[in-house]
């Protein structure tokens, strides 16, 4: 088991896994131009005729985690960001475009999808070591069943490689991270790779809005400079390290047949460090984009600033892009393309200056944030190119790429097997709406109408999303039958009101993780 706890996270792995070095990684990444070239990287070209055939036996499974990634940036989402290697990757799969998270943001999100198990309403949290004091951030505690669990049952190795700071690095998800038979912690969100000092002050003031220019924000992003390439080499930015590790990761289960691989990449979560070439595909400011953003209304950022942020995204989404274009690439290169499912999601998306509000927010749950795509590749080709807008969401992950890979999913999930789609037939749920909640707040999202509400009923707000598609128009005062029926519905499918825990309770001393837990 690897877990690593030390400066240098990956350092920690066995002596196999050791970080690529420096100059391999800039040997083998093909930086530059080329690194871009990747919109022909796609699998297609080696689906096999044999399809029932290769349904008939396990398969390997690839689980790509974005984080904060939004579907309206991907280009063959319609969005504007360029990103060839997703959208190659959609042309390949089964794209899904009514996707909502069950429960945000990050660790209640990723509880979802490894565990295929609802989290939501967040019944009985409280406050934990480590983690965000906010309803849902509460660790695996040690023999919870995990997708990595089920299938190292089944004969697969297991492997997970991640940059995210509370899976990776925090005392409490330690549990977790012995599930799993390589587990690779990549430095950069967390952690001190390169001495904060070696970049000097006035390069972190400049990313920051004049409003956030306080000592502690400017020593944070001055340490991520450093750790993230400074925001000029961006073979030592996060995403490309955990991309590379998962290139490595792969071809060492290249001899443990079959295998599970979760490659899971924080950026473009912020704090934000792109690199120039990428900045220039969306602004010609002088200023090397905003590293960071409050969670509160946007009244603190110019309309000049507002864009800077948007395009620091959008060029910090065109990097991630790039290196997981590499990634699929040496998918391909290793044949794994022919006997392995891939599967793609996202946890939850950011405010980039919309409805005046940046970051996140766990009232306002806009379509901005709680909007993510979803993409299952099978290798026999079934369904590539096709969209689907049955309502999915995080906890139908696992079942389903069990399913694919040629195994029954275990009875007890919350989740539903998406694979019936791939050959045009319906799941076993039928799903007429989406429900999930963030902290102390729930939404019910229908077809036509969508309630977000505090859970303890005294807020609430309706949006007609036909007539009113970007929810600038709220509608509960003049609808108050459909707010009461939406949330009848949600009470339905949690049996009881969600819970609302108070200011003082979520503040309380959180709770540490016995020491049997290490043992």
């Known amino acids: 088991m690897t877990s690593g706890h030390g400066r240098e996270g990956e350092a920690e792995a066995p002596e196999h896994l050791r970080e690529i070095g420096r100059r391999d990684l800039l040997k083998s990444a093909g930086l530059g131009a ?13 689906f096999s005729s044999d399809s029932e055939a290769k349904r008939t036996r396990p398969q390997n499974i690839v689980l790509i985690v974005i984080d904060t990634l ?59 070591y480590g983690m965000a004091k906010r309803p849902g951030w509460q660790p695996l505690p040690p023999g919870t069943e995990n997708i990595a669990t089920i299938m ?46 070696s970049v000097p002050r006035r390069e972190a003031v400049r990313r920051l809005p004049p409003i956030m220019r306080e000592d502690h924000l400017i020593w944070r992003v001055r340490q991520f400079l450093a750790d993230n390439g400074r925001g000029v080499d961006e073979s030592q930015h996060a995403a490309a390290r955990v991309f590379k590790w998962g290139e490595k990761v792969m071809k060492q289960a290249g001899g443990h047949k079959p295998f599970l691989l979760v490659v899971d990449s924080f950026s473009p979560h912020e704090l934000w460090a792109p690199t120039r070439k990428y900045l220039d595909m969306y602004t010609d400011s002088d200023i090397p984009g905003i590293a960071d953003v409050r969670y509160r209304t946007s009244d603190y950022l110019t309309k000049e600033q507002i864009r800077l942020v948007k395009a620091t995204y959008a060029a910090c989404l065109t990097m991630v892009d ?3 274009g590499h990634f699929l690439r040496e998918l391909k290169r290793q044949g794994r393309d022919k006997d392995t499912v891939v599967g793609l999601v996202s946890d939850h998306g950011i405010f980039l200056g919309e409805h005046e509000l940046t970051g996140k927010s766990d009232s306002y749950l806009f379509e901005e944030l709680i909007h993510v795509p979803l993409m299952l590749r099978s290798p026999d080709g079934r369904a590539a190119g096709r969209k689907s ?104 499918k949690t049996n009881s009101r969600p819970p609302r825990y108070s200011k003082s309770f979520m503040e309380s001393p959180p709770r540490e993780p016995p020491k049997s837990w290490y043992q």
């Open 389 to 492: 807008d049955y309502f999915a969401t995080t906890v139908d992950m696992g079942p389903t790429l069990m399913s694919m890979a040629g195994h029954e999913p275990p009875e007890g999930l919350d989740g539903t097997d998406l694979s019936p789609l791939l050959d045009g037939d319906k799941p076993a749920a039928e799903r007429p709406f989406a429900y999930g909640g963030y902290a102390n707040f729930s939404f019910v999202r229908e077809e036509r109408w969508k309630l977000i509400a505090r859970n303890d009923k005294s807020w609430n707000m309706l949006f007609d999303l036909e007539a009113d598609p970007h929810e600038r128009r709220e509608l509960s005062r003049r609808h108050p039958e459909v707010v009461r029926r939406l949330w009848k519905q949600l009470l339905e």
């Open 70 to 128: 939004r579907p309206d940036h991907v280009g063959v989402y319609g969005g504007s960001a360029r990103t060839p290697n997703l959208d190659a990757l959609a042309r390949e799969s089964l794209r899904f475009t009514r996707v909502y998270p069950e429960a945000m943001a990050t660790v209640p999100a990723r509880r979802s999808i490894m565990t295929a198990r609802r989290v939501y309403p967040f019944d009985g949290w409280q406050p934990w």
């Open 34 to 46: 080329a690194a871009l070239g990747l919109s022909g990287c796609g699998l297609g070209d080696a």
């Open 322 to 324: 790039t290196w997981l």
């Open 152 to 197: 190292k049952r089944r004969g697969y190795w297991t492997a997970y490689v991640s940059d995210n700071p509370f899976l990776s690095h925090s005392g409490p998800f330690e549990p977790f991270r012995q599930t799993w038979d390589r587990y690779v912690p990549v430095l950069g969100q967390r952690g001190e790779r390169r001495d904060a000092h």
